[in-house]
């Protein structure tokens, strides 16, 4: 063999050296696990560890990383069309205006925005969806839920999901919806949008109010009944206030904020 063939055959030796000691080193630079070497995961990285993952509250693109592959709204952007255009999601269709004048009068085609009031759109969401089978859907013989008062003691022991014996599902409704703009509207919870959103949904400020006044209310007579051991944070952690409490205030918010439930 002359020199210069040797020379290539020694270099072709030491690259199959050099890989096959990097397989052996399982490839310390390679995010991916040995056995997932070859699975179709993908593999990404975000600039800072996220601080909510409640929709309600989070405000970061690193966040909503997260948050979109938990989370479904009724609209999203088509992915390529340029300029941007909104295509249905879980909403049946991308819904279209009824304009109002400001005496309530119906306003046909596409009226000037000097004349318009108030714009409503109906959103129909797609029948067929269901949330992840979870506990908190799980319920017993009769149909009440079974894990809905549990206290402390009755999930000592228990570290995730998978620990409780009894999950279920239910079908998505409009008044998921609903209940999450409640919670945009509610004092308690830090709404980075609250005031923007104030601006474009009818009845939210009124909503706002009434949560604001209702608690206030609930507080005092708590205070009042526990006496001055009365600490709101733990006993709102021990004993939450579920603010809609009967079927006249959730149809008087239903009124305020221009929702309905059911299936629009």
């Not at 070859?38 to 966040?63: M, Q, R, T």
């Not at 998978?162 to 945009?184: G, M, W």
């Not at 809609?244 to 221009?258: A, D, F, K, Y």
Request: with cysteine; glycine share 4%.
């Amino acid at each position: 063999m002359s020199r210069p063939q040797t020379a290539r055959s020694l270099w072709v030796l030491l690259v199959l050296a050099l890989a096959w000691g990097c397989r052996q080193l399982e490839q310390p630079n390679n995010p991916y696990r040995p056995e997932e070497w070859e699975a179709p995961i993908y593999y990404s990285s975000f600039d800072e560890p996220p601080k909510h993952l409640d929709p309600a509250v989070a405000y970061s693109s690193d966040e909503y990383a997260f948050i979109s592959m938990v989370y479904e709204p009724p609209l999203q952007y088509h992915y390529l069309k340029r300029p941007y255009e909104l295509v249905p999601l879980l909403a049946e269709s991308v819904p279209e205006p009824i304009y109002y004048d400001a005496q309530g009068n119906r306003l046909e085609g596409d009226p000037p925005a000097d004349r318009v009031a108030r714009a409503v759109y109906e959103v129909r969401i797609r029948p067929g969806i269901f949330y992840q089978p979870h506990p908190c859907f799980a319920k017993d013989a009769i149909g009440e839920p079974l894990y809905w008062d549990l206290t402390d003691a009755d999930v000592d022991g228990y570290d995730e999901i998978a620990d409780f014996p009894h999950t279920d599902s239910r079908e998505l409704i409009a008044r998921d919806f609903v209940l999450q703009l409640y919670r945009l509207a509610d004092p308690r919870v830090s709404c980075p949008i609250y005031s923007l959103m104030e601006n474009y949904i009818a009845g939210m400020r009124q909503v706002r109010e009434a949560m604001q006044r209702d608690i206030q209310r609930i507080r005092e007579e708590r205070r009042q009944r526990v006496g001055a051991t009365y600490d709101p944070s733990r006993d709102e952690r021990e004993h939450p206030i579920a603010w809609i409490t009967s079927p006249t205030r959730s149809r008087e918010l239903r009124s305020w904020i221009g929702t309905r439930s059911g299936s629009s």
